[in-house]
């Protein structure tokens, strides 16, 4: 079986398989028929177990859980686990097509090749508007924390000092990027243990500087464990699946991972013990800590709930954290976006000018388009502070769900084309086939229909249809006529190596 993203090129109407003898092997670092850098692979598997371990702890869980758990109350630690278990299915999907063939562009490649052309390009551009728009949330969440300590300070400058210094940090190396978001991830994972660690002293000790009673029974005390009753537990399903919007990113490292086929693994299958204990353990924590009701919209519940009970040392210590958790969600989200525009680019679904790299491997221009289009939320800060988040997240709810479902899609298409000697072939095939992929698929649809019925989500439909409709009548005046072919041909790719081919940095 030769691989698909190696020698045998996508049936794009704007390319064609080279003719003649495979060409010679790139040097190293440099692009196969050009004397210009290419994407590095710099990441190890310590990079990429820590990004898939930090990806999704970011805003959805530090800031947005608040929202989640208004909605359903305790029950809300069920639709984490259910919610999870549907996420680590589209993963398990995922990491069967990158480590049977890494590419750098990812699924919007893989919708390419098995949905057609305009798939992969509303994926791709899906994904990329993603990054966006949660990238957006995360400096909001930001701006929102910084405000713990600096209540008078205007919560847009901030919002502009982050994008500028994550955005300036992502223009150097991959390895560089690497290693930030190693350290990032750490401290947030050691946080969220020390934090659940002293919940659970506080739970069984009692020790507080307030008389606020700590006790596991506040998660069925008030009004029972699903005291929404069965609409706020399913309402709170399109809060929670933003939570675990950037998983995703585990695919998009596999075009710069040095050895795909053990660090995609190992990092999808550290998923289930992740969201039992980052975000069931830590919630059931924080609600035993405090009654539901008392789980603020201002702020990190994390820290006001600490706060609330009158530890104000591990709420200061916290409100660290969490800033942290937010430089490290920005961190990976221009990555993600800029390499799969970087990849977009190099078939010819995005502007050609989207595949100039520095010298370091990184596709910089990707990044500071990145970096403009984070400017719009300075000035969403600035307008509307108050609403801004709500009305973002619920968004890249729409655009997250999407891009999930269209891997499942891609990976049902990929499977049913194999024959039965590919299929034992694979390396790290997708669990409960196809059932586990069809009822899945049946979740996320449900998940995008449930946007609909609280008033302050229904904007992602309003604005999720105008943009698939864009990018509709994009393809179709644009991409159908054939842009220019990509300057990289396919041939002399050896098997096992991404478009861009380069060996390992050592």
Avoid at 96 to 113: D, L
Avoid at 306 to 321: C, Q, T
Wanted: proline share 6%; aromatic share 12%; charged share 10%.
């Amino acid at each position: 079986m030769t691989p698909f993203c190696s020698t045998h090129p996508f049936n794009y109407p704007w390319r064609r398989p080279a003719r003649g003898r495979p060409g010679p092997r790139p040097k190293e670092g440099l692009s196969l028929s050009t004397n210009k850098p290419a994407l590095s692979r710099g990441l190890t598997s310590r990079h990429i177990r820590f990004i898939a371990l930090g990806s999704a702890i970011g805003t959805g869980l530090f800031y947005g859980s608040s929202a989640s758990i208004q909605a359903g109350g305790p029950a809300v630690l069920l639709a984490y686990l259910i919610g999870g278990a549907a996420v680590f299915l589209v993963l398990r999907s995922l990491g069967e097509m990158a480590v049977r063939q890494p590419c750098p562009g990812s699924f919007g490649e893989y919708a390419t090749r098995f949905l057609g052309p305009f798939a992969g390009f509303a994926t791709g551009w899906t994904y990329a508007f993603e990054m966006v728009i949660v990238c957006l949330a995360d400096v909001t969440a930001l701006g929102v924390y910084m405000g713990f300590w600096f209540p008078d300070v205007p919560r847009w400058i901030w919002v502009l000092a982050a994008v500028l210094v994550v955005g300036v940090m992502n223009l150097f190396s991959v390895k560089v990027f690497g290693e930030l978001e190693f350290w990032l991830s750490l401290a947030k994972i050691v946080a969220i243990i020390a934090m659940i660690i002293a919940g659970i002293a506080i739970i069984v000790f009692g020790i507080t500087d307030s008389g606020a009673q700590a006790s596991v029974s506040n998660l069925w005390s008030h009004g029972g464990f699903f005291p929404n009753g069965a609409e706020g537990f399913v309402l709170s399903f399109a809060i929670v699946m933003f939570a675990f919007g950037g998983t995703e990113i585990i695919g998009v490292t596999a075009g710069e991972a040095q050895n795909p086929e053990k660090t995609i693994p190992s990092a999808v299958n550290s998923i289930p013990l992740r969201i039992v204990l980052f975000y069931v353990l830590t919630l059931a924590v924080i609600m035993s800590l405090s009654p539901w009701q008392h789980v603020g919209a201002e702020g990190s519940p994390f820290v006001a709930i600490f706060a609330s009970v009158g530890v104000k040392s591990a709420a200061a210590v916290l409100n660290v954290v969490v800033i942290v958790a937010a430089l490290s969600a920005i961190n990976s989200d221009i990555f993600a976006a800029g390499r799969v525009m970087y990849g977009m680019a190099e078939r010819g679904q995005a502007p050609a000018m989207m595949r100039k790299l520095s010298k370091n491997g990184v596709p910089w221009t990707t990044v500071v388009i990145m970096m403009g289009a984070l400017l719009l939320g300075v000035v969403l800060n600035a307008l509307m502070p108050e609403k801004v988040f709500v009305i973002i997240s619920s968004i890249a709810t729409f655009a997250t769900v999407w891009v999930w479902l269209m891997i499942l899609l891609s990976q049902v298409r990929a499977r049913r084309a194999m024959t039965p000697e590919e299929v034992a072939e694979l390396k790290y095939p997708a669990p409960f086939w196809p059932y586990g992929q069809y009822i899945t698929i049946a979740f996320m649809a449900a998940v995008l229909v449930l946007l609909a019925f609280a008033e302050s989500t229904r904007i992602a439909l309003v604005v999720g249809a105008v943009w698939l409709a864009l990018l509709g009548a994009v393809y179709a005046l644009w991409l159908r006529k054939g842009p220019k072919a990509p300057h990289e041909q396919m041939s002399g790719i050896p098997d096992g190596e991404s478009l861009e081919t380069v060996a390992p940095t050592r």
